[in-house]
């Protein structure tokens, strides 16, 4: 599984208008094979930063299969003009150290 992470700053005052937007956005990219989910959290200390997460079997899922699809276009258009500096996307591999999940 691959991790994709980005750090995405809104312009000030945007968050509740991205947030609606990734909404619509979502179906974009879980329509893509070898998308396994995705996380938007917002930040406690600064408003209008967010941290993206999504989930990928393989990096080419994320950087050939979505990006070159023509929903990419479509998740361009929704997203990118919210964000201010454009974020660093980047992947990572699986853990080499983790902790189980504690039970409930």
């Known amino acids: 599984m691959i991790l994709e992470t980005a750090l995405l ?15 619509e956005a979502l179906p ?4 893509t094979p070898g998308f396994l989910g995705l996380e938007v959290r917002p930040c ?32 361009k258009a929704l997203l990118h003009h919210f964000y201010d500096p454009f974020p ?3 992947h990572y591999g699986e853990p080499v150290v983790s902790t189980p999940a504690p039970c409930g």
């Open 9 to 23: 700053t809104v312009r000030a005052g945007q968050g509740p208008a991205f947030e609606r937007a990734m909404a």
């Open 44 to 75: 406690l200390e600064a408003p209008d930063r967010y941290l993206l997460l999504v989930r990928w079997e393989r990096l080419e899922d994320h950087t050939e299969g979505f990006r070159d699809s023509d929903r990419y276009d479509r998740w």
């Open 88 to 90: 660093v996307v980047e």
């Open 28 to 31: 974009l990219i879980a329509a």
